[in-house]
């Protein structure tokens, strides 16, 4: 394949213009036509520039076919995935939204005879549990076929979106903690607050309310940790082609890792409904979800530290 014909792949592989690669280049969009159709070539500097822009060596450039090193996602692996990511930080995020909503209800909602505020507030964290459910359900269905339809993928991504990614991955993991942090501080800032003389009156608890916006900054942290979890699971197409092979190693843990999880997080149903409905403790009972989640995750590096011992 001629240079030509490698530049113009490699500008439409990139999605740019005759004439935004003449702008990135500093020359007209005349030249970059004429280098297309092997008309004129180009000088050595504009050359070098065009191996750092497109991330391929001089030689690839000028002598070889470029595009056969290029991978197409015919299965259109990413859009799958790209939904997938979505839909389940959204059932995530319900879930933590829920229990947000559940802890402000319970504190701005007025004490009245006949008026059980804990128990709306926690039937209200309960269709939000349900709609979580149902999205679970659909898109775990949804990828399970994609995977059986599909069970090998060829790795079509190139290192620069790699690379690109895990820029973004490192933003969103800061954000992440970063508002865990401030929700922390705004917590421990409450007892330099004083309540304005109107919400005395209706008797908020200026604790609990800062307690909810604790939560609040928590559900939006994990809603960023899970997207970049998700997205990052994305690009490991090693691991999804091997989690199709039910003999792998890897296959083995991921089942063991969801059997485990699966069963530490009913536990934690069963004492966050004790404590509600038993102890009356709906304000806290939410305590044991983060808890046990931590569990989970020392639960699955246990498991994944055991398999790399076991590979090396």
């Known amino acids: 394949m001629s240079l030509g014909q490698n530049l113009q792949f490699l500008r439409k592989q990139k999605d740019i213009t ?3 690669l003449a702008e990135l280049l500093e020359v007209s969009r005349q030249s970059v036509s004429k280098w297309e159709s092997d008309t004129t070539y180009p000088e050595t500097d504009k050359l070098l520039q065009m191996t750092n822009l497109f991330h391929c060596t001089l030689d690839d450039l000028m002598q070889k076919d470029i595009s056969t090193q290029y991978v197409e996602d015919k299965n259109h692996y990413d859009q799958h995935k790209n939904q997938f990511s979505k839909w389940i930080t959204a059932g995530v995020g319900l879930i933590l939204f829920g229990l947000t909503m559940c802890a402000f209800l319970s504190t701005v909602l007025p004490k009245r005879e006949g008026l059980d505020t804990d ?10 549990v349900v709609a979580a459910v149902a999205i679970f359900i659909v898109t775990g ?16 991504y190139s290192e620069e979106e790699k690379d ?25 800032g409450t007892e330099a607050i004083t309540l304005p003389e109107y919400i005395g009156k209706n008797k908020i608890n200026l604790e609990d309310l800062m307690s909810s916006v604790f939560l609040l900054c928590v559900t939006i942290a994990v809603i960023l940790f899970v997207y970049a ?22 296959y083995k843990n991921d089942k063991k890792k969801g059997l485990y999880c699966g069963c530490i997080m009913m536990v934690a149903t069963m004492i966050f409904l004790a404590c509600g409905y038993i102890g009356n403790l709906w304000k806290i009972a939410w305590v044991v979800y983060p808890i046990f989640g931590i569990f989970c995750g020392i639960i699955a590096t246990i498991i994944d530290r055991n398999n790399n011992e ?3």
């Not at 128990?119 to 939000?128: A, D, G, W």
């Not at 973004?168 to 922390?184: E, R, Y």
Request: hydrophobic share 40%; no cysteine; aromatic share 12%.
């Open 141 to 156: 269905l949804q990828d399970s076929y994609f995977a059986k339809k599909h069970p090998f993928i060829e790795d079509f």
């Open 18 to 20: 005759q004439e935004q």
């Open 119 to 128: 128990m709306i507030s926690t039937i209200v964290f309960f269709l939000f």
């Open 310 to 312: 076991e590979e090396s």
């Open 164 to 188: 690109n990614f895990h820029k973004k991955n490192i933003i969103l993991i800061t954000s992440g903690v970063v508002l865990i942090i401030v929700g922390l501080i705004i917590m421990m």
């Open 229 to 250: 979890g998700t997205q990052g699971s994305k690009y490991n197409i090693k691991h999804y082609n091997l989690m199709q092979d039910h003999n792998s190693q890897t």
